[in-house]
């Protein structure tokens, strides 16, 4: 995660929210990451959000679960490890690295496959 997310701002200024982050990116992403957003937040109630290493992140019980980013041709979830291989068929199209799933712009945001993902993250912190 060398690189840090596109977004609109300059470099040097953080958004001190997840409201500006998504609001800093162009048309054709917003939706995508708004996209993401909800469909995480509906799989995780009581989850809260802020900005780490540029991007949003969502916290549940003071531990991190994942991040989210936007770029110019992908929105991406990152610090997803390996899942269920049924978790991972689904996702086959989308990972790029053992951690990260890249959705790309110009299609819409699976949500029910990132709200599994987040399901999957939660009740892999019970075992």
């Given at each position: 995660m060398a690189d840090k997310p596109d977004t609109a701002a300059t470099d040097s200024v953080e958004p001190d929210s997840v409201d500006a982050y998504i609001a800093s990116f162009p048309d054709g992403v917003r939706p995508l990451l708004a996209a993401v957003r909800s469909a995480i937040?509906?799989?995780?109630?009581?989850?809260?959000?802020?900005?780490?290493?540029?991007?949003?992140?969502?916290?549940?019980?003071?531990?991190?679960?994942?991040?989210?980013?936007?770029?110019?041709?992908?929105?991406?979830?990152?610090?997803?490890?390996?899942?269920?291989?049924?978790?991972?068929?689904?996702?086959?199209?989308f990972r790029v690295h053992k951690d990260t799933v890249r959705f790309p712009v110009g299609r819409a945001v699976p949500e029910d496959l990132v709200r599994r993902v987040t399901i999957a993250l939660i009740a892999a912190r019970s075992t």
């Open positions: 937040l509906s799989a995780a109630p009581g989850a809260t959000e802020s900005i780490s290493y540029g991007m949003p992140t969502v916290t549940l019980d003071d531990r991190r679960l994942l991040y989210f980013a936007g770029w110019t041709k992908h929105v991406a979830l990152y610090a997803i490890g390996t899942l269920s291989p049924e978790l991972e068929t689904d996702l086959r199209p």
